[in-house]
């Protein structure tokens, strides 16, 4: 009877010693993402306010443990950044920046030019010139507030509609497509040595590629340095394939730029009908069939969630001479924009931690891969 009493007894503890496999007993593993992929390309992941000014949570050692580069998620943007002309906000992104320098990371800005969460007063201009003249003292203004600090920049976000032709923004409709050159110029003359992207959602679009690739040549063409594409990859868990990816990792590579993965995360949801892509604006209902998994994730969606990473991660390491950089667009599933995006409330599941912060299926898949790749 004890007999039975102790194995009772240590079956129970080991139980609760393998249910209690958090993000703390991989700690004492020594593994991390960061230190495997090393010697392939940066890990990054996007912080939000919260996760810059708070410096000694579990998450932020998290952050520190797992990643070796960072973007802001929103607090760069120009309407928290720059939100009157004459007005700049650097209390958080000086904390930004200094939460990269202490953890030693490479620190991506995002993003200097950008129709959407932008400062209303760009709005009001109303000519070619009077936009040059703000567009300039934008860009430099904050690349040289960071200068030798921020090693990269989005220096254009999305200025392409899915089918390739440039986006009637304010940019465009006042200054005509030389906005793109000249914005890539000015942040060039900020900062010699900064890489400058171009980023973008729904970058695997044949159209959106096309218009992609022949602004960038365009911009080449002209003389002005334009180092790396960022492929946004808000992706799903059937789409885009793999043979898309990689076929538009080879076109961009082909152009002799870097190729940043910048916005990494997979959603496991019902995506609405006729939604392309990552524009923010789009907005949908909530119903039953949209948000199908409000509790927990089913195992069977765990496991293909993990696969699907596994799958892009190969792709990622067989091309990593051409990547730069991979970013996840969060940290966990409970903070991920995609709870509110494109429809309100529903509870998604696109990152590698869970919402207690413990490692996902989809972590351990992609941890110990680059051992072999
Ligand atoms: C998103 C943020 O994650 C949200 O918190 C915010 O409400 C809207 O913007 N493409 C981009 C990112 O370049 O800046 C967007 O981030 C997602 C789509």
New binding site residues.
Partial sequence: MKIIKQSLLIVMSLAVLISCKNYNSINTKELSLKKSYKDKFYIGT?I?QRQIEDNNSLESSLISKEFNSITA??IM?SMFLHPKEDTFNFDLSDKYVAFGEKNNMFIHG??LI?H??LAPWFKLKKDSLEMAVAMESHIKTIIEKYKGRIHSW?VV??ALNEDGTLRKSVFLNTMGKEYLTLAFKWASEADPNLDLYY?D?NMTDLKKRQGAISMIKHIKEQGVKIDGVGM?G?WHIDTPSIEVIEQSILDYAALGVKIAI??LDISVLPNPWGLVG?E?SQRFENNKLMNPYPKTLPDSIQTKLADRYNDIFKLFLKHQDKISRVTF??ISDKQT?LN??PIKGRTNYPLLFDRELKPKKAFYSLLELPKNN
């Fill in positions: 996007a939000n998620e929103n943007k995002h993003t950008w959407s969460q989005d976000n999305e980023n959602y946004q808000h910048t916005e990552a923010i667009w969060g924009w509110n995006f």
